[in-house]
């Protein structure tokens, strides 16, 4: 049976700090410090667990948000973010200033879901034209019905949810769907927890909302999927299936872990936990475990090398993008 593991933040401390507290002997034991995206914290919280069974090591994983995250990360205060889009500008000065050198490392894959209350039967499918005429910045005040996106759609008051501002999963839902990265409306319920989202759009039957897949599959009893009409012209569903076959466009998106290089030469335990993140005999049953899809073993082979071979720096150089392939993330 799959486990669940959604945990929340504090659930997730006090597991890791009563994993911390049995080392052999009463010793002091090897710790990891991670932080970062809700997004990616599924993963990391379970490739915590496993590797704390495994090894004995202590691993902190917190729920900052991917820009919580970083900010910590370039402060020094963490070995290791994980991060539902790429670093920024703003970001790398911030690290460099710090003298924190980084290494990126694509760990999987997500399909951004539109999620609606179960009741909802008229938008089962939506363009992106649609989802931008609701989430522009100018949609503000003007757009809050649904018979607005769409003459066909019935006169229903729409409420909206989603990912908050310091969230790598709103960075990079406007740029796919409003066209600029971080500009949306303001008057939404904005939240760092994804089952704030769930909650609000699963009582309110006017409820319109954007997550990552692993809620949505948790979650498909309570919420119901939109479909997108990609650039093929086929309406397509986010799943494992169509992220990876790549018919799910534009919300099809690459999720990291970002690892301070220096810990690796300072911290065994972090090179450690690095390497096993990475593992083709491990990560990739992790990562679907908890919903999201795994790269192909060649991707953490090409991950192993950049770790080993101590390659920092970023794809992206601060610049945001739609549709990047994951062979060329780890080139």
């Known amino acids: ?13 006090m597991l890791t700090g009563l994993l911390g507290a049995c080392s052999e002997g009463g010793g002091r034991q090897a710790s990891v410090l991670v932080d970062g995206s809700s997004t990616v914290y599924p993963i990391t ?10 090894t004995g090591s202590r691993v902190t994983v917190g729920l900052s948000g991917t ?14 973010t994980g991060a539902s889009r790429p670093i920024t500008t703003s970001e ?12 990126e490392l694509p760990i999987a894959l997500d399909a951004l879901a539109n999620i609606v209350h179960p009741s909802n039967d008229w938008a089962s499918c939506m363009t992106t034209e649609q989802l931008q005429t609701v989430w522009r910045p100018e ?14 759609y019935p006169d229903q008051s729409l409420q909206l949810f989603g990912a908050g501002t310091d969230s790598g999963t709103y960075d990079y839902y406007t740029l796919a769907i409003v066209g600029t990265q971080h500009e949306s409306r303001g008057d939404f319920t904005a939240t760092e927890d994804d089952n704030v989202t769930i909650q609000g759009v699963s009582t309110n ?7 990552g897949l692993a809620y949505l599959d948790q979650n498909r009893e309570r919420v119901k999927p939109v479909a997108v009409r990609n650039a093929a012209g086929d ?3 986010p799943s494992v299936e169509t992220a990876r076959n790549g018919t799910y466009e534009p919300l099809t998106r690459p999720l990291f ?5 220096s810990a690796l030469d300072e911290e065994p335990a972090v090179l450690d936990f690095m390497h096993f993140a990475l593992d083709p005999t491990v990560a990739p049953a992790l990562v679907a475990e908890v919903g999201y899809v795994p790269l192909p073993d060649e991707a953490f082979a090409m991950g192993e090398n950049k770790i080993d071979e101590r390659r920092t720096g970023s794809y992206f150089e601060g610049k945001a993008q739609v549709g990047v392939r994951i062979s060329d993330l780890l080139q």
């Open 235 to 237: 309406c397509v569903e």
């Open 1 to 13: 049976m799959k486990r669940s593991r959604l945990l929340t933040g504090a659930a997730a401390l």
């Open 257 to 261: 872990l970002y690892v301070k290089r």
């Open 139 to 152: 949609a503000q005040g003007e757009i809050g019905n649904w018979n607005q996106i769409d003459p066909s």
């Open 67 to 80: 820009g919580g995250g970083f900010r910590k990360f370039c402060r020094g205060e963490i070995h290791v």
């Open 205 to 211: 039957e006017g409820g319109l909302g954007f997550l």
């Open 92 to 103: 790398i000065a911030s690290c460099a200033e710090a003298g924190i050198e980084f290494i």
């Open 45 to 54: 919280e379970a490739l915590a667990e496993e590797f704390q069974a495994s």
